[in-house]
């Protein structure tokens, strides 16, 4: 996180990720991602929403198989 990085509520964070709230909600329950508390409210940082989606993105097949052939 850096500190340009802007700070989203989770219904921005929601709609940023295409999901509902409540699946925002449990990630932050289950401390599945990182996040600001700010008192009450909770503020997610945009490189954290970027970071979860790029662990998550599965490669495709041929990037899978070029993978498993460098090998030395």
């Known amino acids: 996180m850096t500190t340009t990085d802007t700070l ?3 219904e921005q964070a929601a709609e940023r990720l ?5 699946f925002i ?17 909770v503020r997610i940082p945009e490189s954290v929403l970027a970071e979860y989606v790029a662990e998550r993105t ?7 198989r070029s993978s ?5």
């Open 8 to 10: 989203l509520t989770v």
């Open 58 to 64: 599965v490669p495709t097949l041929r990037e899978a």
């Open 68 to 72: 498993f052939r460098k090998v030395a």
């Open 18 to 22: 295409g999901t509902g709230v409540r």
């Open 25 to 41: 909600r449990r990630l932050i329950q289950e401390r599945r991602i990182r996040y600001v508390k700010l008192g009450k409210p």
